[in-house]
Protein backbone atom coordinates (compact mmCIF):
# COMPACT_ATOMS: atom_id res chain seq x y z
CA UNK A 1 0.00 0.00 0.00
CA UNK A 2 1.15 3.18 -0.82
CA UNK A 3 0.98 4.90 2.45
CA UNK A 4 2.72 2.38 4.73
CA UNK A 5 5.92 3.39 3.61
CA UNK A 6 5.71 7.15 4.21
CA UNK A 7 3.81 5.91 8.05
CA UNK A 8 5.99 6.53 10.66
CA UNK A 9 3.46 4.72 13.04
CA UNK A 10 0.70 1.91 12.85
CA UNK A 11 -1.87 5.09 14.86
CA UNK A 12 -2.65 8.20 12.30
CA UNK A 13 -4.71 11.13 12.71
CA UNK A 14 -6.53 12.19 9.57
CA UNK A 15 -4.17 15.07 9.22
CA UNK A 16 -1.21 12.94 9.14
CA UNK A 17 -2.86 10.59 6.36
CA UNK A 18 -3.66 13.43 3.98
CA UNK A 19 -0.46 14.70 4.14
CA UNK A 20 0.60 10.92 3.62
CA UNK A 21 -1.98 11.07 0.44
CA UNK A 22 -1.02 14.95 -0.80
CA UNK A 23 -0.90 13.13 -4.43
CA UNK A 24 -4.51 12.69 -4.38
CA UNK A 25 -6.85 15.01 -5.89
CA UNK A 26 -9.36 14.05 -3.30
CA UNK A 27 -7.32 12.55 -0.36
CA UNK A 28 -10.70 12.05 1.60
CA UNK A 29 -12.34 9.60 -1.27
CA UNK A 30 -8.75 7.92 -0.75
CA UNK A 31 -9.18 7.32 3.02
CA UNK A 32 -12.86 6.13 2.57
CA UNK A 33 -11.70 3.76 -0.47
CA UNK A 34 -8.66 2.38 2.00
CA UNK A 35 -11.24 2.26 5.26
CA UNK A 36 -14.21 -0.03 2.88
CA UNK A 37 -10.99 -2.09 1.94
CA UNK A 38 -10.34 -2.86 5.51
CA UNK A 39 -6.75 -1.30 4.69
CA UNK A 40 -7.27 1.27 7.35
CA UNK A 41 -9.69 1.36 10.34
CA UNK A 42 -12.03 4.32 11.62
CA UNK A 43 -11.01 4.17 15.68
CA UNK A 44 -13.39 7.49 15.70
CA UNK A 45 -13.54 10.58 13.88
CA UNK A 46 -10.23 11.96 12.77
CA UNK A 47 -8.23 8.61 14.69
CA UNK A 48 -7.27 5.64 12.52
CA UNK A 49 -5.18 2.20 12.15
CA UNK A 50 -3.88 0.27 9.64
CA UNK A 51 -5.72 -2.92 8.85
CA UNK A 52 -4.01 -5.84 10.07
CA UNK A 53 -2.27 -7.18 7.24
CA UNK A 54 -0.37 -3.48 6.73
CA UNK A 55 0.66 -3.12 11.14
CA UNK A 56 4.15 -3.74 12.22
CA UNK A 57 2.88 -4.64 15.99
CA UNK A 58 -0.41 -5.35 17.87
CA UNK A 59 -2.70 -2.35 18.30
CA UNK A 60 -1.31 -1.27 21.99
CA UNK A 61 -5.35 -0.45 23.45
CA UNK A 62 -3.22 1.12 26.56
CA UNK A 63 -1.63 3.74 23.82
CA UNK A 64 -4.48 4.06 22.07
CA UNK A 65 -6.96 4.98 24.78
CA UNK A 66 -4.39 8.35 25.30
CA UNK A 67 -5.00 9.13 21.80
CA UNK A 68 -9.08 8.45 21.13
CA UNK A 69 -9.47 11.21 23.52
CA UNK A 70 -7.74 13.93 25.90
CA UNK A 71 -6.10 15.41 27.35
CA UNK A 72 -6.34 11.74 29.17
CA UNK A 73 -4.00 9.23 31.45
CA UNK A 74 -5.07 5.44 31.82
CA UNK A 75 -6.19 5.11 35.32
CA UNK A 76 -8.79 3.25 37.46
CA UNK A 77 -9.22 -0.50 37.19
CA UNK A 78 -7.25 -0.41 34.04
CA UNK A 79 -4.39 1.16 35.59
CA UNK A 80 -4.81 -1.09 38.99
CA UNK A 81 -4.56 -3.94 36.87
CA UNK A 82 -1.53 -2.64 34.61
CA UNK A 83 0.26 -2.26 38.35
CA UNK A 84 -0.77 -5.73 39.40
CA UNK A 85 -2.89 -4.24 41.88
CA UNK A 86 -6.46 -6.44 40.98
CA UNK A 87 -6.20 -9.55 39.36
CA UNK A 88 -9.05 -9.52 36.77
CA UNK A 89 -8.16 -8.77 33.25
CA UNK A 90 -9.89 -5.65 32.88
CA UNK A 91 -11.86 -5.45 29.20
CA UNK A 92 -13.39 -1.89 29.04
CA UNK A 93 -9.88 0.53 29.15
CA UNK A 94 -10.34 3.56 31.54
CA UNK A 95 -8.49 7.06 31.98
CA UNK A 96 -8.88 10.22 33.74
CA UNK A 97 -9.28 13.15 32.16
CA UNK A 98 -9.78 17.13 32.64
CA UNK A 99 -12.39 16.93 30.12
CA UNK A 100 -16.05 15.97 30.14
CA UNK A 101 -17.12 12.12 30.37
CA UNK A 102 -17.15 10.15 27.23
CA UNK A 103 -17.50 6.92 26.10
CA UNK A 104 -16.27 5.03 23.22
CA UNK A 105 -17.30 2.14 21.62
CA UNK A 106 -14.39 0.78 18.67
CA UNK A 107 -13.20 -1.56 17.11
CA UNK A 108 -11.00 -2.16 19.69
CA UNK A 109 -13.16 -2.50 22.23
CA UNK A 110 -14.68 0.26 24.91
CA UNK A 111 -12.85 3.21 26.33
CA UNK A 112 -14.07 5.17 29.20
CA UNK A 113 -12.98 8.74 30.45
CA UNK A 114 -14.11 9.63 34.36
CA UNK A 115 -13.39 13.77 34.88
CA UNK A 116 -11.13 14.88 37.20
CA UNK A 117 -10.54 18.72 38.68
CA UNK A 118 -7.57 20.10 36.98
CA UNK A 119 -5.58 19.59 40.73
CA UNK A 120 -6.45 16.71 40.91
CA UNK A 121 -5.58 15.61 37.74
CA UNK A 122 -1.65 16.14 37.51
CA UNK A 123 0.00 14.28 40.17
CA UNK A 124 0.72 10.95 40.07
CA UNK A 125 0.55 10.36 36.35
CA UNK A 126 3.93 9.11 34.19
CA UNK A 127 4.92 8.08 31.14
CA UNK A 128 6.16 4.41 30.52
CA UNK A 129 6.76 1.92 28.04
CA UNK A 130 4.15 0.34 26.36
CA UNK A 131 3.64 -2.31 23.67
CA UNK A 132 3.66 0.19 21.21
CA UNK A 133 5.29 3.09 22.72
CA UNK A 134 5.21 5.72 25.15
CA UNK A 135 1.86 5.34 27.25
CA UNK A 136 0.84 7.69 29.93
CA UNK A 137 -0.93 6.38 32.69
CA UNK A 138 -1.16 6.80 36.57
CA UNK A 139 1.38 5.57 39.18
CA UNK A 140 0.03 2.49 41.39
CA UNK A 141 -0.80 5.02 44.28
CA UNK A 142 -2.10 7.36 41.60
CA UNK A 143 -4.45 4.53 40.36
CA UNK A 144 -5.71 3.77 43.49
CA UNK A 145 -6.09 7.43 44.88
CA UNK A 146 -8.05 7.82 41.52
CA UNK A 147 -10.75 4.37 41.88
CA UNK A 148 -11.62 5.44 45.74
CA UNK A 149 -12.08 9.06 44.92
CA UNK A 150 -14.50 8.04 41.85
CA UNK A 151 -16.39 5.02 42.92
CA UNK A 152 -19.59 6.64 44.04
CA UNK A 153 -20.57 3.52 45.94
CA UNK A 154 -17.83 3.88 48.36
CA UNK A 155 -17.88 6.61 51.40
CA UNK A 156 -15.74 5.76 54.13
CA UNK A 157 -16.62 6.94 57.68
CA UNK A 158 -13.85 5.35 59.29
CA UNK A 159 -10.40 3.90 58.50
CA UNK A 160 -11.83 0.09 59.07
CA UNK A 161 -14.54 0.83 56.09
CA UNK A 162 -11.31 -0.09 53.78
CA UNK A 163 -10.13 -3.18 54.40
CA UNK A 164 -13.87 -4.25 53.34
CA UNK A 165 -13.55 -2.57 50.28
CA UNK A 166 -10.52 -2.77 49.03
CA UNK A 167 -9.72 -6.35 50.17
CA UNK A 168 -13.10 -7.74 49.60
CA UNK A 169 -14.50 -5.34 46.82
CA UNK A 170 -11.86 -4.50 44.46
CA UNK A 171 -10.06 -7.61 45.33
CA UNK A 172 -6.47 -5.82 46.05
CA UNK A 173 -3.27 -7.75 46.22
CA UNK A 174 -2.11 -6.74 49.80
CA UNK A 175 1.87 -7.56 49.02
CA UNK A 176 1.01 -5.16 45.86
CA UNK A 177 -0.39 -2.92 48.08
CA UNK A 178 2.34 -2.90 50.58
CA UNK A 179 4.83 -1.71 48.12
CA UNK A 180 3.11 1.42 47.51
CA UNK A 181 5.01 4.80 47.81
CA UNK A 182 3.39 6.18 51.01
CA UNK A 183 5.67 9.67 50.78
CA UNK A 184 3.88 9.54 46.70
CA UNK A 185 0.52 8.86 47.80
CA UNK A 186 0.75 11.91 50.86
CA UNK A 187 1.68 14.01 48.20
CA UNK A 188 -1.26 13.20 45.90
CA UNK A 189 -3.56 13.09 48.78
CA UNK A 190 -2.40 16.47 49.64
CA UNK A 191 -3.25 18.17 46.15
CA UNK A 192 -6.39 16.06 45.97
CA UNK A 193 -7.98 17.98 49.23
CA UNK A 194 -10.26 14.83 49.43
CA UNK A 195 -11.11 13.05 52.83
CA UNK A 196 -11.30 10.01 51.12
CA UNK A 197 -7.60 10.32 50.06
CA UNK A 198 -7.15 11.50 52.93
CA UNK A 199 -8.53 8.56 54.84
CA UNK A 200 -7.10 6.39 52.08
CA UNK A 201 -3.80 7.41 52.94
CA UNK A 202 -3.92 7.20 56.50
CA UNK A 203 -5.21 3.80 56.49
CA UNK A 204 -2.49 2.95 54.30
CA UNK A 205 -0.15 4.15 56.77
CA UNK A 206 -1.99 2.39 60.08
CA UNK A 207 -0.89 -0.78 58.01
CA UNK A 208 2.60 -0.37 57.13
CA UNK A 209 3.12 0.25 60.91
CA UNK A 210 1.12 -2.57 61.50
CA UNK A 211 -2.19 -1.76 63.10
CA UNK A 212 -4.08 -2.97 60.24
Known amino acids: MDIRRGARSDLMDYQQLTGLLEDYVKPRDRIGALTARGDLVRVRKGLYVFGE ?32 LIPERVEEVTSVTTGVRRRFDTPFGVFS ?7 RYTPGMAWRDGEGGPVLAATPEKALADKVWTDKRFYPGRLGDFDAYLFDDLRVDPERL ?15 GSKKVTLLARWLARRAEGGA
Not at 59 to 67: E, G, K, S
Open 113 to 119: YTPLPPH
Open 178 to 192: GALDLERLNAIARAY
Open 53 to 84: PWRRRAVDRLQLANLVYGPSYVSLDSALALHG
